[in-house]
């Protein structure tokens, strides 16, 4: 059974960094596009970004290009989602989901609820 | 990349039939057949329903359809029910690994 589980919810101070997981099990991590969609608090969904973890190939929305870090770990089977300056405008709830036949992203992780707040 | 453009809301009621629109460019929904449909409800991940335009994961209702006409695609629910209200998002295909998702349609079942 395909199971995506991502880390905890996180508290955070404004200009802290932070890294966030979702730990794949269940199919070849390798073998499948790894994406990342943050939903503000009572906003929709936005497309991040994506990482192949058999070569770590990245591709980056526009709107978040520079500000967050997608990076994987084959030897765990888990996908990482990091800043190295927290905002106050960051705080959402951020979903990792799999990208399987047919780009649809047919798996996703539970959520991780970020506040930034200082 | 700008969001594409769906309702923000619309309802029915049970046993009808509604339609959601998503409306793009020739960037990505006009010009891929790769526009997916989620659905959310409050406080949860978001469930996929549609792929590549008209296609049903395994487990999904059949009342659940997908239509693509230009920039603009199309989920109907047919049979409306209780359990559909819910977010929606559409998503699609846009270049060189890109995707963009719609800003959310609520449906009131009422």
């Known amino acids: 059974e395909v199971q995506l589980v991502q880390s905890g919810a996180e508290v955070k101070k404004p200009g802290e960094s932070l890294k966030i997981s979702c730990k794949a099990s269940?199919?070849?991590?390798?073998?499948?596009?790894i994406g990342w969609v943050r939903q503000m608090p009572g906003k929709g969904l936005e497309w991040m970004g994506i990482?192949?973890?058999?070569?770590?190939?990245?591709r980056y929305g526009p709107s978040f290009q520079g500000q967050v870090t997608m990076s994987a770990d084959k030897s765990i089977n888990t996908a990482y989602l990091q800043w190295s300056s927290l905002k106050a405008s960051d705080t959402a709830t951020y979903y990792c989901?799999?990208?399987?036949?047919?780009?649809?992203?047919?798996?996703w992780g539970q959520g991780t609820p970020v506040t930034v707040s200082s | 990349q700008s969001a594409l453009t769906q309702p923000a809301s619309v309802s029915g009621s049970p046993g009808q039939s509604i339609n959601i629109s998503c409306t793009g460019t020739?960037?990505?929904?006009?010009?891929?057949?790769?526009v997916s449909w989620y659905q959310q409800y409050p406080g949860k991940a978001p469930k996929p329903i549609i792929s590549?335009?008209?296609k049903r994961p395994s487990g999904v209702s059949s009342r659940f359809s997908g239509s693509k006409s230009g920039n603009t695609a199309s989920l109907t629910i047919s049979g409306l029910q209780v359990e559909d209200e819910a977010d929606y998002y559409c998503?699609?295909?846009?270049?060189?690994?890109?995707?963009?998702f719609g800003g959310g349609t609520k449906l009131s079942v009422l």
């Open positions: 989901a799999r990208r399987g036949e047919s780009y649809l992203f047919d798996y």
């Open positions: 269940g199919y070849d991590f390798t073998s499948d596009w």
């Open positions: 990482i192949y973890p058999g070569d770590s190939d990245t």
């Open positions: 020739s960037s990505d929904v006009g010009g891929y057949n790769y």
């Open positions: 590549d335009v008209n």
């Open positions: 998503c699609s295909y846009a270049r060189n690994g890109v995707r963009v």
